[in-house]
Structures are given as C-alpha cells and as structure tokens.
C-alpha cells in the first residue's frame, strides 16, 4: 500500500523557517518523483516543487523560488521542504505527491500557517 505522510507544519511568524519531511513507503521510491503541493483556504492545490529520481533536478513555483529548497533521501525514502523567509502568503495545507503509474497519491497534509 503507498503511503505519504507529511510532518513539520506548524505556526511561524513572517520570516522565519519551517522544514517539512514526507515519508514514503509502499512502493519502490527510487523510481518516482515526489512533489510538494499546497492549498490555501478558498484556492485551488497549486504544484510548489518536485525532485526528480533520475538525476535529482528540481522545480520550483516562481513564488517560493530562492525561498524554498526541495531534497531527498533515497536510503530513508523521504523528501524533506525547507522553506525560509515564510511569508503570510505560503499560509496553506502542504501535500506531498507521487504520480505512480499515471495515478495521484496524497498525504495527509501539514498545515503551515505563517503571521504577519
């Protein structure tokens, strides 16, 4: 059974940190990127980052670029998200994401909530 589960979320204030792991087990994590997701209250889950499992290339949404910096480890099977200079607006639900055989699997979510 895939599993995703997300750990880290919590409260900060305007610029500070928060670093989020997504555990993943059920499946052969070597072989599959895995993404970071968010969804804000009243707005559509919007993609943040993804690292590949070929060569570990990532991507970034232009908001949280230079902000933000997505890593894995293929020996734990996780993908970690640290994010610094957290602003209001990066309040949301962060969702790790794997496309395993053309389907989505989802954690649970961590909430990340940011004060001005």
């Known amino acids: 059974e895939v599993q995703l589960v997300e750990s880290g979320g919590g409260l900060v204030q305007a610029g500070g940190s928060l670093r989020l792991s997504c555990a993943a087990s059920?499946?052969?994590?070597?072989?599959?990127?895995i993404g970071w997701f968010r969804q804000a209250p009243g707005k559509e889950r919007e993609g943040v980052s993804c690292?590949?499992?070929?060569?570990?290339?990532?991507y970034y949404a232009d908001s949280v670029k230079g902000r933000f910096t997505i890593s894995r480890d293929n020996a734990k099977n996780t993908v970690d998200l640290q994010m610094n200079s957290l602003k209001p607006e990066d309040t949301a639900v962060y969702y790790c994401?794997?496309?395993?055989?053309?389907?989505?699997?989802w954690g649970q979510g961590t909430q990340v909530t940011v004060s001005s």
């Open positions: 994401n794997a496309n395993i055989q053309a389907y989505n699997y």
């Open positions: 690292i590949s499992n070929v060569d570990g290339s990532t």
């Open positions: 059920g499946f052969r994590f070597d072989d599959y990127a």
